[in-house]
């Protein structure tokens, strides 16, 4: 999986960037080999007005097949509690989805469908 993560006026220190990327790997939950990319954008929306920081995070996972785009968003004053919200959301869409693609495999139609035995 290529990941990537993007910060703007948002500053990360490694100890952030490593556990942003340990916690999205715990989120994929060992999916990891169906993500070609993933990228996670944190973006301060409120920087040239100071005060507190509104920071919205966004995580983008591109799935290898099927061809899909999976988009989870976060937004706090803190920029790895919007993260910790957006993970949270990723975690449960990418379970949905996997599932989803599971019920609709053809051998599993096959098996629970068309066949009495099973």
């Known amino acids: 999986m290529n990941f990537e993560i993007h910060a703007d006026h948002v ?5 952030h ?3 942003i990327e340990k916690h999205v790997h715990l989120a994929s939950n060992n999916h990891d080999h ?3 990319r993933m990228t996670v954008h944190l973006v ?5 007005k100071g005060g507190a920081k509104d920071v919205t995070c966004k995580i983008v996972a ?4 099927p061809h ?6 976060g937004r706090d004053h803190d920029p790895m509690a919007a993260f910790n919200a957006a993970n949270h959301k990723y ?18 139609q096959y098996h629970h469908h068309n066949n009495p035995e099973l």
Do not use: F, T
């Not at 500053?11 to 100890?15: A, G, H």
């Open 68 to 73: 899909a785009e999976l988009v989870a968003e």
């Open 34 to 36: 169906s993500i070609g």
């Open 62 to 65: 591109h799935l290898n097949n």
């Open 44 to 48: 301060d929306v409120n920087k040239s």
């Open 91 to 108: 975690g449960a869409l990418l379970a949905k989805r996997l599932e989803k693609n599971h019920n609709h495999h053809p051998d599993h």
């Open 17 to 19: 960037r490593d556990y």
């Open 11 to 15: 500053i990360l220190d490694q100890v």
